[in-house]
């Protein structure tokens, strides 16, 4: 059976996104990207700094990726709307994660501008994929709003914490009939693994990769985490029991 | 006259054209964003943009992000 996550009408082949934050140096990047496998590839926009060189990210991410602008910076739904546009006008095509913060300690996601936001760019025919606190009332209006995926936080931004927010998530897995991507805390592959065994259809990683010893190595131990916990929930993991249930036969002991 | 300029203002000489602004800014005109008045500006018109007194700009690019 060929297994394959559908977003937006593409069939995306690695269900490990990448964030392309943090990087020490641009140049891991395109060697990330092929360590792990990963096809849906996020960026930001900023205004230009003219004292801080920066070369532009887009040429070190390989062209057969697809790019997932963030609407990072963006406080309400309007100013996420704005910088999509001007995203998707600058040839970066219809993919856009839909990131609307407010709060600066924990960067927690306004979810109620975030819908806003999501139904004003899904009509104009974006690939919404909105950043999201795991609410199920909220997930739902996503779905309405017309969300090609849904991506609720593990913990907070770069947190490397993992999947504090578990129990909401298995929720949204089990209710929302839409890829829920598991964006934001994940910090170890194990992490990821959890993720995927539990039902995810993907999840979004940059910290826990970028800022690892070895960003290539931590790459592709997430990407096999990735694979793994995904034929892991497709398998059907046994049940678990109170108490133990021997694994050899109790009978024909070998006795005097 | 003067623009604002990611926000700041800034005085420039009359008849100043979006291009030689980018290149006056020693800007990879590559890899320029650039929003004129809320609009995304494509590059084939920035010769053809005259600036004018009050115009609001924003020099963008894509940086890495998660």
């Not at chain 1, 082949?13 to 990330?32: A, D, Y």
């Not at chain 1, 609720?152 to 947190?159: D, F, K, N, Y």
């Not at chain 1, 029991?241 to 024909?252: C, M, V």
Request: proline share 5%; glycine share 10%; charged share 25%.
């Amino acid at each position: 059976m060929r297994d394959v996550l559908m977003i937006g009408g593409k069939e995306v082949t690695s269900r490990l996104f990448l964030g392309t934050g943090k990087f020490s140096s641009h140049r891991l990047i395109p060697e990330v990207i092929r360590a792990c496998g990963s096809q849906v590839v996020t960026v930001a926009l900023r205004r230009i700094d003219p004292e801080y060189e920066e070369e532009n990210i887009v040429s070190y991410v390989p062209g057969e990726c697809i790019l997932m602008p963030n609407t990072s910076g963006a406080r309400n739904a309007e100013e996420a709307v704005r910088i999509a546009r001007v995203a998707r006008a600058a040839g970066c095509g219809n993919w856009v994660k839909i990131e609307v913060i407010a709060d600066n300690r924990y960067l927690l996601p306004d979810n109620y501008e975030t819908v806003r936001a999501t139904e004003i760019l899904a009509a104009e025919g974006f690939v919404v994929l909105p950043y999201m606190s795991p609410d199920l009332i909220t997930a739902k209006k996503l779905v309405e709003a017309g969300a090609a995926a849904v991506m609720p936080l593990g913990s907070p931004i770069g947190s490397n914490r993992g999947l504090r927010t578990r129990e909401l998530i298995r929720i949204l897995i089990e209710e929302i009939p839409l890829p829920i991507i598991v964006d934001a805390g994940i910090g170890r592959p194990s992490e990821a693994a959890e993720a995927m065994e539990m039902g995810a259809a993907a999840v979004l990683v940059n910290t826990a990769i970028a800022t690892a010893g070895d960003p290539v190595a931590m790459g592709r131990a997430f990407g096999l985490a990735v694979e793994a916990g995904r034929l892991a929930y497709l398998a059907g993991p046994g049940k678990t029991h109170e108490y133990a249930r021997a694994s050899s036969p109790l009978t024909g002991f070998l006795r005097d | 006259m003067r623009i604002t300029l990611n926000g700041r203002e800034e005085i420039l000489k009359d008849g100043t054209t979006l291009t030689e602004l980018v290149s006056l800014k020693q800007l990879n005109i590559g890899e320029v964003i650039v929003v004129y008045n809320h609009q995304l500006a494509k590059k084939e018109s920035w010769p053809n943009i005259v600036l004018k007194e009050n115009d609001g700009l924003e020099f963008l690019r894509f940086v890495g992000g998660g």
